[in-house]
């Protein structure tokens, strides 16, 4: 497969960066790891006039530090380096087996970065095919056409998939991203990064770039873990995933927060699915109690997608978030 | 659009200075320009890992990496793996252990398992999986690739020539 012609910029500062992206806008895009964007590129599916690189500015953008209770990290920040922080691994070790189930560990390895995890596009087996294969059927609603193949007659939006799957993780653990753009900075929550629209899944305006992340960490007393569904081990998307962060005041749970991924085109904040878990010191049935709940509420949301069908992915998603739970709160509770 | 831009790298220890278009991938550089064919094109989309090479010592899917990232910087292809005639402790290793049958994967694997052992001193089996779960072989059902590692690292620790 062979890439379209485009320009390239490897600009040397962040200032230089950010002018380069506010001129060319939407035809321009960047370029961290690629693992995401050139696959896309050679599909055609991004057609790129120019990419901007980020090689250069690697130093300025992946630190991880702490500040004020806060854990600040660069958007280029290699997913192992993350993942092997030793407060992230201490403080959110949902966080860590997150980003360890990302690709392979060659990936994960000054390659992937987080960065690009969280900014990577929603998925289907209808878009994400080569344009021989897309030639034959009708533009969908994510090549600015009007229909959805995934979705069949009657559905009128995008059921494309977001599969990232430090992006459930962050959502759970409501991190922060920190963006950069012409006209200043600005910080949001993931929930209002991730649109939830499959045609454009993140809030990111044309000339903006993603800086980092800030996760507020967790008090004594917190547990977060996720859990994933695939068909392999490595080099695979889940299919479903959930996230769970948990922390405990005297023993009963004071603040629990779930997601479940790979199942829409966001991450799904399931927040009254365990709001019952509040003020309690929940036993295994109430867990899976709730774990049924969070499925049933994502229901209305499912996609028949990307190599699960609906009705698996109705029985399937309690299953993850349920073992999600349950870690999670075991590490709140210091028995594991 | 799209003009001509010198790429000057290294390759395999070698100073290396061409005329590169933006889109071109390090694959097609390295392949096709500097007739080094030993990395192979297998997915084309960062799966099979048959295309991985050293880019200032760590792995890369080579079809993802434009060629113009790696402007400055070192490469290790499987041609640079042997000393003259004289096989790398892990090309000897795949060799007795029968770890190469149809080779499509081995470049790739090779690269993996150097960069494995250039990082620890004496990885175990489970180690050696983790790091071998970005290839994908379709012949050997992976048991003789991951024996080959731990031949390596096992003559390693020990001082043994290949």
């Excluded at chain 1, 992937?112 to 087996?125: H, P």
């Excluded at chain 2, 392949?31 to 760590?58: F, H, Y």
């Amino acid at each position: 497969m062979r890439l379209a012609p485009f320009e390239y910029l490897a600009p040397e500062s962040l200032n230089e960066a950010l002018a380069a992206k506010a001129n060319l806008g939407a035809k321009a895009v960047w370029l961290a790891g690629g693992t995401d964007l050139l696959p896309r590129a050679k599909q055609g599916l991004a057609q790129p006039q120019t990419v901007i690189s980020l090689k250069h500015l690697c130093a300025e953008l992946s630190a991880v530090s702490q500040d004020d209770g806060k854990l600040q990290i660069g958007a280029l920040a290699v997913i192992a380096d993350v993942a092997n922080h030793p407060t992230v691994q201490g403080r959110l070790p949902g966080l860590s087996e997150a980003l360890h189930a990302i690709g392979a560990l060659t990936l994960q390895q000054r390659v992937g970065t987080l960065g690009g995890n969280l900014c990577a596009d929603t998925r289907c087996l209808y878009y994400n095919q080569s344009q021989e294969w897309r030639a034959g059927l009708a533009p969908c609603f994510k090549l600015a056409g009007e229909v959805c193949h995934a979705g069949g007659e009657g559905v009128e939006r995008c059921r494309s998939v977001n599969q990232s799957d430090g992006a459930v993780m962050l959502s759970a653990l409501d991190a922060r991203v920190l963006l950069a753009g012409e006209k200043g900075q600005r910080s949001l929550p993931l929930e209002d990064f991730f649109t939830g629209q499959g045609e454009t899944p993140i809030a990111m305006e044309a000339d903006e770039l993603l800086l980092g992340v800030e996760v507020a960490l967790p008090p004594d007393g917190s547990g977060s873990a996720y859990e994933r569904l695939a068909l392999r081990g490595a080099i695979d998307y889940p299919l479903a995933s959930a996230a769970a962060a948990i922390s405990l005041e005297d023993g009963a749970v004071s603040t629990v927060r779930v997601a479940l991924g790979a199942v829409f085109a966001a991450p799904l904040l399931l927040k009254d699915a365990v709001a019952p878990l509040l003020g309690q010191a929940p036993d295994e049935a109430a867990l899976a109690q709730a774990a049924q709940r969070a499925g049933r509420h994502a229901g209305p949301f499912l996609v028949d997608n990307v190599r699960a069908d609906l009705q698996w992915r109705k029985e399937m998603a309690p299953v993850p978030m349920r073992r999600a739970l349950e870690r999670a709160l075991a590490r709140a509770r210091g028995t594991s | 659009m799209a003009k001509l831009q010198t790429l000057a790298f290294e390759v395999n220890g070698e100073a290396v200075e061409l005329a590169v278009r933006s889109q071109e991938t390090l694959l097609e550089v390295l392949r096709e320009r500097l007739e080094l064919t030993g990395s192979k094109e297998g997915c084309g989309e960062g799966v099979c890992g048959a295309c991985t090479v050293l880019v200032d010592g760590a792995p890369r899917r080579a079809c993802l990496t434009l060629a113009l990232e790696a402007q400055g910087g070192q490469v290790l292809t499987v041609e640079g793996l042997a000393d003259g005639a004289e096989l790398s402790l892990e090309q000897q290793a795949f060799v007795e252990t029968g770890a190469v049958q149809c080779g499509f994967c081995t470049p790739g694997m090779l690269l993996a398992s150097h960069d494995l052992l250039s990082r620890q001193e004496q990885p175990d089996e489970a180690a050696i999986r983790q790091q071998l779960s970005g290839h994908i072989c379709r012949c050997t059902g992976y048991a003789k690739i991951v024996e080959a590692v731990a031949l390596a690292a096992d003559r390693r620790a020990k001082g043994e020539a290949s």
